[in-house]
Structure formats: structure tokens, C-alpha cells
């Protein structure tokens, strides 16, 4: 089975800009979770997504969104880029059980 | 407040040495407990879990884990340690209480001289 997909590996933004990232889960695999790395704070959850709906959400402020389709692929968006907002942004996909599976990571970069 | 703890922050070990990483929580209800590893330029990876039943769990590569309910603990460990090794582990905690999110120590990054 393929394992997590997230797109783009690498992202250079400024600050105020948006950015989308992108996340496949592993197939059959409804739950998609999304948690960003920085050396400051480690690993924080940002939210969860189940059947298209948000079930979860840490705390991290508005600016941060995300979404779900219906092929369980998720997209989550930061608005109004901060230069605090650089991080490796992870996602992960859940198995029935609620083990999570990690993708590779997206790193933004915001100057 | 829910929290995990990993009290060991940089570990040196030289090979075959034995390994113990400490991992304690604070919550006193029914918990998934996990451990992740993340190799230099690769991503988290799982190395085990423990969800119930036997308190010692097995993983890859020759990790296991013992869970102690009455300390909040899930300690990681090998016997033998090798180069290979050398990675970042993380404890991640799944407080069940409804939320399908992991709550991760902070890291132990362990260093294995060859």
C-alpha cells in the first residue's frame, strides 16, 4: 500500500501570503489529522478530519483552516502568512484502530 | 492539562549498549500509547503501540515498550543498540476522550557511536 502523500515537499512564501498544502491519505483511510513540527513547541495537532467534517481542533488561531474531500484527500490552509508560521506541517492518516500513519511533511518557509 | 513527557533530550550511546527512553503522561483515565521514530531526512515513522492486553509490547527493529499504568509510564527500549539507531523518538499519547489527536513528547534524539 502507497504510504502518505503530502505536495509540495518545500514551500518559500513572504509574509501575508496564504499557501495551501496538500495531503493523500493512505487509500481506505478516512481520518486525516494535521500537526505542525517547529523546534520551539515540537509536535502540535492542528486539527482532524473524518468524512469531510472537522471532528478535532487544537489551538492554533483562525488563520489556520483545512478541509476534506470526498476521496478522504485534505487540504489545509494558513491565511496571512507570520514569520512564526515556518514549520515542518505533517499529516497523517488514520487506520480504524485510530493508529496514525505520517506523511513526508511539508516545509514552509516564510520570509 | 494533558501532557506527555520525555525527560531524556539527547542520548549518546555506543553500539551494543542497552537502551531505555523514559515517557510519562499525565492522565489518569484509558490512554493509546505509541512511539515514533524519525530517522535523519525521513519522516515519522511507527515503531510500536499499545492499545491493551499484555503491558510489554513489541515493535520493529528490535524495540519494545512496557506499559506501567501506576507510573503513567511507557518506557522505550533495546537491548542492543546500532548505528542505525542513531534517530529521533518520539512518545505520542492518544487521551481517549473522544479526539482522534496525538499529544507528543517532546523528542529524544539519540546519538549511537559506532
Known amino acids: 500500500k502507497a504510504g502518505v502523500t503530502q505536495t509540495p515537499r518545500y514551500l518559500i512564501k513572504t509574509r501575508g501570503q496564504q499557501v495551501t498544502l496538500s495531503c493523500s491519505p493512505i487509500?481506505?483511510?478516512?481520518?486525516v489529522s494535521w500537526y505542525q513540527q517547529t523546534p520551539g513547541q515540537g509536535l502540535q495537532f492542528l486539527f482532524e478530519y473524518f468524512s469531510e467534517t472537522q471532528r478535532n481542533k487544537g489551538n492554533f488561531p483562525g488563520r489556520f483552516s483545512g478541509r476534506q474531500f470526498s476521496n478522504s484527500r485534505s487540504e489545509m490552509n494558513v491565511s496571512t502568512l507570520e514569520l512564526g508560521d515556518s514549520a515542518l506541517y505533517l499529516c497523517?492518516?488514520?487506520?480504524?484502530?485510530?493508529?496514525?500513519?505520517f506523511g513526508p511533511g511539508t516545509r514552509l518557509l516564510v520570509l | 492539562a494533558q501532557s506527555v513527557s520525555q525527560h531524556n533530550h539527547h542520548v549518546i550511546l555506543s553500539e551494543a549498549a542497552s537502551l531505555e527512553l523514559g515517557c510519562n503522561y499525565s492522565y489518569g483515565g484509558t490512554v493509546n500509547l505509541f512511539w515514533y521514530v524519525q530517522y535523519p531526512g525521513q519522516h515519522l515513522q511507527l515503531l510500536l503501540k499499545y492499545f491493551s492486553g499484555d503491558p510489554l509490547v513489541k515493535g520493529i527493529k528490535g524495540f519494545e515498550a512496557e506499559f506501567i499504568k501506576s507510573k503513567f509510564s511507557f518506557n522505550l527500549r533495546k537491548p542492543s543498540v546500532q548505528w542505525s539507531d542513531t534517530a529521533e523518538y518520539f512518545c505520542?499519547?492518544?487521551?481517549?476522550?473522544?479526539?482522534?489527536?496525538?499529544?507528543f513528547g517532546t523528542g529524544t534524539r539519540l546519538t549511537v557511536i559506532p
Open positions: 505520542a499519547v492518544n487521551f481517549q476522550t473522544g479526539a482522534n489527536n496525538l499529544f
Open positions: 487509500s481506505g483511510h478516512r481520518s
Open positions: 497523517a492518516s488514520s487506520d480504524p484502530q485510530e493508529t496514525q500513519y
